[in-house]
Every structure is written in C-alpha cells, then in structure tokens.
C-alpha cells in the first residue's frame, strides 16, 4: 500500500533539526501525500513559512489568527489529517503535548487530533537523556504515540551522542510502515524469537573476542514481526542498535553460552524462532582473572567451541518454525543447503559475502531463501525491506 492520498499534518517546533523538514516535505510530496505544515512560533526562527509552504504546497500557520483577520482553525486541520508527525520536537514542545498546556496552535492541533500522532525528538544529549525527557517520551507511549527516536551522532553544539532528529528517510518509512501494516496483523497470535548481533568471549576482564555483527537484520526483523501483530522475544549480543518498538521484549546478552541460556528460557513458548546472530564459533578455553601483560613475543589463547544455539534449537524442536541464517563466501548455495538439514531448520537465509551491499556490517542486504523444496532470490534492499521478505516468506510456509 502507498502513501498516495494520505492527509499528513506536519507540526514543526523550533530547533535546528527544522531544516530536515524540507526534505521530510519533498519525500511525502513525491509519493503524492497530501502535507499541511503547521510551525511554533519560534520555528520560524529556524525556517521559514515560505520556504515550508513552497515545497508543502499549502499555507503554514503559527497563529490561530492571519494579518487578514481571518481564523486558522486547529480543530478542522486535525480532523483533516490521516497521520499528525511532530518534527522535531524540542524537549518543551514535547512536555507541552504530554501535559496539555495548549498555549500555541501546535498544542491546540495535537490536542484536537484523533489521528496517530509521530513524534520525532531532536535536543541536545543531556536534555535527551534528562529523566523529564525520558518520562514524557514514555507518557507519549502510553497515550498511543509513536516514537521515532533520536539517532547518535554529532550535535549542534558539537557534542557527540544521541539526539540527532531521526533522517526523513526514516521517518517516511516509519509512516509508509505503519499505513502498511495496520491494515494486517498477520502474525496475531503468534510468539516469534529473535537472536540477533555478535557475541563477545572474553580472554580476561577486559579483553574479547568478537565480530562486526551490526545487530541491524535481528532489529529489522524484530520490529517487523511486532508490527505485524506477534508477540517478539529479542535476544541480543552487544550493539549499538536502539529498539523502538516498546512492545518488543528486549534481552540483552554478551556471550553465546548466555545467548543459549536465554533461548532456552522461552523456547518452548515460541512459534517460530530467527536465528541471525553472529555467534562466535570458539571461545577461549580459559577467562584470565587477571589483565594478560604483554610479557612474551607471543601470546597463546586457545580456544573451544561454543554451542551452536541454533542447531540446539534444531535438535529440540517439536513445534518451532526455525529459520537460520547462511553468510558464506564460497559453495554458497551448497553450505546454505547443508545447514538447512544439518540444523533441522524449516527455511534458510543466504547472503553471500560476494555480493556488493550484503552481509552484517551494511545497512542493505541482498538474500536467497531455501527451504527443503523452494528457493526464492531476492533483490538488493534495505534490511528493513529485507525483513519484510523474509517475513511474508515465513507466513507463506507456516499458512500452508
Ligand atoms: O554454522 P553457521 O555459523 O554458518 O550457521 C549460521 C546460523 O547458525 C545462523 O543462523 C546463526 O545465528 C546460527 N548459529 C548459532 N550458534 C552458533 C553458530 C551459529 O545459533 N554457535
């Protein structure tokens, strides 16, 4: 489903983000949605009506009144609007909304919408970090709000952290996402597993071993099966991934022998069960109590093999759908088949490092998927286009 002929009403408060705005525009305006701007009045000191109004097509309002005298009704603008996206949000306009203290046209539209409302924060770290923020960002979940979190990265004040207004990329998926999935909750009733990232062995209190395992493809495939009305349990290695789907139940673990403790806590609850984590094959023998010093020429470590969590889950499996993953560089197709049987999976998915843009450190993937009689190749995509695939792959094996 497109966005074509959506009612979006954008509210814009007054932080620097406000200049990604043009951008959010242009991307609704080229897939024919329909926006109406609406600025605080200190936006304005941060962009301008005409520019907003250029790209959106449409006048912008700040004030209930025009210089003409007439009314900017907010009622009738949130009646009109199919989604409402507040963006950026500044830390006052966000208290405002979560604590009705309607004293500009903004706070007025918001409090009148019937509509889903988008809420994209954008402030400095300290203030993203505040527990006010944190309360008002959680009290914006509880009215039914969607939270399009801030992202890392540098800031305005040229500090570095997490405060970053999300990309309009980003948003536009959120919102295609939601007009997308709400119309089918395919997986209600359903409890899937995600494992997801890299795990760290450790060699002693501050060293490990590990891998460039983003977490992306676990985090994409998790948001995705909650959108689509599953019950999502996500075991993941460290990362730097941020969950912003309050309703996935997030478990956060550092090694393979935690990440099989974990699995197995809710194994026998789950449908089906997606195994992308890049597990560590080996893991050292030994934990040295101690910092290693840098004594000798040459340092010795060795190393055992760590359990293979899916093939555990393969070899235990009663009901389980399981779906595994195959990065390989060579025989492809081959390796990826021998897992599918080795592991006792129902569905195998394979990029192959030869591949431009696929494998765990890119935000693209491009994949095939094999089951014992079928084999589907896909195209090069965004992991959170690519978790869609994988997803309605699944539905089409376990409906049958
Ligand atoms: O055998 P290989 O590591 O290539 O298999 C990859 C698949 O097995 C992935 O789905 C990965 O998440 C899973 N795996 C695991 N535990 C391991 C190794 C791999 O669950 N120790």
Excluded at 37 to 50: N, Y
Excluded at 233 to 262: C, F, R, W, Y
Excluded at 263 to 282: L, N, P, R
Excluded at 373 to 383: G, Q
Aim: proline share 3%.
């Amino acid at each position: 489903m497109s966005i074509s002929g959506k009612k979006i009403l954008i509210a814009v408060s007054g932080g620097i983000a406000a200049y990604k705005i043009h951008f959010l525009i242009r991307e609704f305006i080229k897939k024919d949605a329909e926006v109406q701007v609406i600025m605080t009045p200190d936006a304005e000191h941060f962009v301008t009506k005409l520019s907003l109004s250029t790209l959106s097509k449409k006048p912008v309002y700040t004030d209930f009144y025009n210089e003409n005298g007439t009314w900017n009704s907010h009622v009738e603008m949130a009646l009109w609007a199919d989604i409402m996206i507040v963006a950026p949000c500044t830390a006052n306009t966000l208290a405002k909304m979560t604590h009705g203290m309607c004293d500009n046209l903004v706070i007025a539209t918001y409090m009148s919408a019937k509509c889903p409302v988008f809420i994209a924060p954008a402030m400095d770290l300290d203030m993203y970090a505040h527990p006010s923020t944190t309360q008002n960002l959680e009290l914006a979940e509880d009215f039914g709000h969607f939270i399009i979190p801030a992202e890392n990265g540098e800031l305005a004040s040229g500090l570095i952290g997490q405060g970053r207004m999300a990309e309009p990329e980003t948003i536009v998926k959120e919102v295609e996402g939601f007009f997308n999935s709400n119309h089918k909750k395919t997986l209600e009733g359903k409890t899937v597993l995600i494992t997801a990232g890299p795990t760290y062995e450790a060699i002693d209190p501050v060293r490990f071993i590990g891998n460039h395992s983003s977490g992306k493809m676990g985090f994409s495939l998790a948001e995705e099966a909650s959108k689509r009305g599953a019950k999502v349990i996500l075991i993941s290695g460290p990362t730097s991934q941020v969950m912003g789907d309050k309703n996935v139940d997030v478990h956060k673990v550092t090694s393979a022998k935690e990440m099989l403790q974990k699995v197995f806590e809710f194994y026998d609850t789950i449908d089906i069960g997606i195994a992308s984590a890049a597990v560590a094959d080996y893991a050292p023998k030994e934990i040295a109590k101690e910092k290693i010093k840098k004594n000798d020429d040459s340092l010795t470590i060795e190393l055992i093999k760590n359990p293979d969590i899916l093939k555990t889950m393969g070899e235990k499996k009663t009901h389980q759908f399981l779906v595994g993953f195959a990065l390989e560089t060579q025989n492809e197709e081959e390796n990826a088949k021998g897992k599918l049987e080795k592991k006792n999976l129902d569905m195998i998915v394979l990029n192959s490092l030869r591949d431009e843009g696929a494998g765990f450190k890119n935000d693209t993937n491009k994949i095939k998927i094999f089951t014992q009689t079928e084999k589907k190749e896909f195209e090069l995509k965004s992991k959170d286009d690519v978790a869609k695939d994988i997803l309605n792959f699944v539905e089409s094996q376990i409906l049958k």
